[in-house]
Every structure is written in structure tokens, then in C-alpha cells.
């Protein structure tokens, strides 16, 4: 069962015997919390940003541990943060055969199935088209209305005021999903055949209007790049719970 607790603020709140057993938390703030005697047997945490902070377990900071080990897990994706030509180029046919091979593998009738809240492996790859369609469309080549209908928004996109009547409200068959998706991903290889040191480099405002907040045009790739890998380790992850 999911609850929306609102606009509710625990910051600086001290829980002490407090049973949070079998809750779900999700989009919330959890930095600088400090847990101290806790059961944490089967505790799952995902944190898309982790790589950008620190995530202490007893006295260590285990990032760079969750890091190393999922790169062991996903081949090729320790070249995601690429910053030549030449090593984004890379970047982006390791991302897209580990997806190829998940495509593939995947029996027809676990395309739909998802766990729980998440998304099915046809919405993640209806996301992954939406990211290309920002990052790349929107964000690199500054086209007004970037977005494919098929392209599945984020959870909240709505109440920020985006315009939601872009995209369609059925279930498109998988053949359109793939097709669309191919199309994209052809996208990204053109323009990473082309690109140079200096398109790298060149600013760029941010794709979904967020004022003061500027990217380069390799900041731009890397987004794409990270969105791939997380999507696949998400996808991989449920798959293998449905099975």
C-alpha cells in the first residue's frame, strides 16, 4: 500500500523505539540522517545520486564498494563517466548491447509485468526514450517540443506543471516501443559520431527549465549515459524478482 504523507517535514526529528518495519519511502530527503542501534536486516536502499555523496554503514563510507561492485555486475559501465569523444562513443555501444541482450532475453509475456510500483521493461524503455528526447533533443539541440508521444514521464511531472497532453495515455504495442526507441538510440549514435571536444564543451540551459542550473553539452551525454545504466540495473532487478 502507498501513502502520500504530503508536505509532511520530519527534518531534525528524533525517533527513538519506532517501528518503520516494512515502510516504503520514496522521493525522500534522507541526507544526514544518523541511525544508531538499528534493525536493518533486508533494509533495500537505492539512491540514484549516490555517487555524488557519501553512505556511512558502520563507521564506512561503502559508496565506492556499491560502486566497484555494481560496475562488476554491468560491464561496461565504468566508461560512463567518459569525457572524450572517443570514450562517450564507447560509453554509449557498451549501454546499448547490455540493453540488447536484456531485450532480447526477456520472454514476451514479462514485458507488461512489474513489480510492486515500478515500471515494466516496455514503460522503462518508453522512459529511456523521453530521457534521449530531453537530454538530447531538448537539452543538446534546443528543440522547443523535443518530446516523441510514446515517451513515458516521471511520477509528479504533472503537479510541476508540465504539459502532460504531449504524451498518450494507452499502452502502444512493444513493436512501436522498440521502433521508437531504435530510432532514438540511432539519435545519440549520429550525433556522438560527430561530436568534437569543442560541441562538448559548449553550454547548454537545462532541458526542464530549471533556472540558474547549466550543463555542457558532454554534461547533457553523461545524463543520458547514467539513465541507461540505472534503468538496466532497475529492469534486471525486477525481472529477476518476477522470475
Known amino acids: 500500500m502507498t501513502t502520500d504523507s504530503g508536505s509532511q517535514d520530519f527534518e531534525g526529528t528524533a525517533f527513538f523505539k519506532a517501528s518503520f518495519k516494512g515502510a516504503t519511502m520514496r522521493s525522500c530527503d534522507l541526507s544526514g540522517v544518523t541511525m544508531r542501534s538499528v534493525d536493518v536486516d533486508g533494509l533495500d536502499i537505492d539512491g540514484p545520486d549516490l555517487l555524488f555523496g557519501k553512505l556511512f554503514v558502520n563507521g564506512v563510507d561503502v559508496v565506492p564498494l556499491v560502486v566497484a561492485e555494481l560496475n562488476r555486475h554491468f560491464p561496461g559501465r565504468e566508461l560512463q563517466d567518459a569525457k572524450t569523444p572517443e570514450g562517450l562513443r564507447e560509453a554509449w555501444v557498451a549501454a546499448q548491447a547490455a540493453w540488447a541482450t536484456t531485450v532480447t532475453d526477456t520472454a514476451l509475456e514479462m514485458i507488461d509485468a512489474h513489480v510492486d510500483d515500478e515500471w515494466s521493461l516496455a514503460q522503462t524503455l518508453r522512459h529511456l526514450v523521453l530521457v534521449t528526447d530531453a537530454w538530447l533533443r531538448g537539452g543538446i539541440m534546443s528543440i522547443e517540443q523535443p518530446f516523441h508521444e510514446i515517451?513515458?514521464?516521471?511520477?509528479?511531472?504533472?503537479?510541476?506543471?508540465?504539459?502532460?497532453?504531449?504524451?498518450?495515455?494507452?499502452?502502444?504495442?512493444?513493436?512501436?516501443?522498440?521502433?521508437?526507441?531504435?530510432?532514438?538510440?540511432?539519435?545519440?549514435?549520429?550525433?556522438?559520431?560527430?561530436?568534437?571536444p569543442e560541441l562538448l564543451a559548449e553550454e547548454r540551459d537545462n532541458p526542464w527549465g530549471v533556472e540558474g542550473w547549466h550543463l555542457t553539452v558532454g554534461d547533457c551525454v553523461l545524463v543520458i549515459l547514467e539513465e541507461e545504466w540505472a534503468h538496466l540495473r532497475y529492469i534486471r532487478r525486477d525481472l529477476a524478482l518476477l522470475a
Open 151 to 196: 515517451g513515458q514521464i516521471f511520477s509528479g511531472a504533472s503537479d510541476m506543471g508540465f504539459d502532460m497532453s504531449v504524451f498518450r495515455t494507452d499502452e502502444p504495442p512493444f513493436e512501436d516501443i522498440l521502433e521508437v526507441r531504435a530510432e532514438r538510440q540511432q539519435m545519440v549514435t549520429e550525433f556522438l559520431a560527430q561530436a568534437t
